[in-house]
């Protein structure tokens, strides 16, 4: 070591931990003192935090909020807490990624003094697929989110989840495409040439503590929309390319498609209050702008229509 350079002992402490545990103990907790303006607040909490969960397809990383209400005679709620219960639930295992949102939302609210929790995680889960004619096997990213709220009445827990994902998938421009028929007159069964766009569609399905499974909503989207994939040979990029041509769609059409799908899929089985909502995203080609559209309506809205 040079002479101007210290040694730092990380294991030394500045703090003898009977000082610390008088403080908490006897010290003040300003969390718990009155605020300036006594106002309530409905939601304080983390966002951006990265939480690792352990899946039967190993251990995944995921973003979440995670938020409580705030009593209008507290100052603040307390934030270690939250990362208390995120610490706690790491080396738990889960079946379903709904199941952690579930018991993670109950710890929180049970660690704080408000009524009200609401917790959103966001991510990536893996998804292995074939594609068409090649077999070949393409690891794509399947686009998941989950919403959980709690609301503590009289003592009882009411929770509610919401489970989506999101797919990349591909949408051929019907408008220049009978367009360029109208003008050439085409012969033959080849559908003729039009832009084709980039697009992403998102499935959500509120029903309560028992969300349906990813693949009953990837079902609702593989039957609606012309699914896209990384691994692609020449022969599947043919076949996906045709298909998307054949039959062309607006992004209000992949919203509609995907409703009627949602209705034939789940409407024997879930109530007909089941909220349901549907964004798709087309990332334009030949235009600067992109479009979006989107629909939220009722499982027993959309059997109606069917």
Request: with cysteine.
């Amino acid at each position: 070591m040079g002479r101007n350079q210290i040694r730092i002992d990380e294991t030394a402490l500045f703090i003898q931990e009977e000082m610390h545990e008088k403080v908490i103990t006897s010290g003040t907790d300003v969390p718990e003192q009155s605020p300036s303006f006594a106002i309530a607040l409905n939601e304080v909490g983390i966002t951006g935090k990265t939480v690792w969960v352990l899946l039967p397809e190993g251990r995944l990383p995921f973003e979440i909020s995670a938020t409580v209400d705030l009593p209008c005679h507290l100052r603040g709620i307390h934030m270690s807490r939250l990362e208390q219960v995120i610490s706690e639930l790491h080396d738990e295992p889960f079946d379903r990624l709904c199941d952690y949102v579930r018991m993670l939302t109950e710890k929180v609210i049970k660690r704080q003094q408000g009524q009200t929790g609401h917790i959103v995680l966001k991510g990536k889960r893996p998804l292995l697929r074939q594609s068409k004619i090649s077999r070949q096997l393409s690891v794509d990213p399947l686009l998941v989110q989950i919403e959980a709220h709690i609301k503590m009445t009289h003592g009882k827990k009411n929770i509610t989840i919401t489970t989506g994902i999101g797919v990349c998938h591909i949408t051929a421009c019907p408008c220049t495409q009978v367009y360029n028929r109208d003008v050439f007159s085409a012969q033959g069964d080849c559908p003729m040439p039009t832009h084709s766009q980039r697009s992403q569609t998102w499935l959500h399905i509120n029903c309560g503590e028992s969300p349906p499974a990813y693949d009953d909503l990837l079902l609702c989207l593989e039957n609606s929309l012309h699914l896209t994939q990384d691994l692609l040979k020449r022969p599947d990029e043919a076949e996906i390319v045709m298909k998307s041509h054949r039959h062309p769609q607006f992004a209000e059409d992949a919203v509609r498609e995907s409703a009627r799908s949602v209705g034939v899929q789940f409407g024997p089985h879930l109530p007909a209050d089941t909220v349901v909502t549907i964004e798709s995203l087309s990332l334009e080609s030949i235009h600067i702008h992109d479009v979006s559209c989107r629909l939220q309506t009722t499982l027993g809205e959309i059997c109606s229509l069917l």
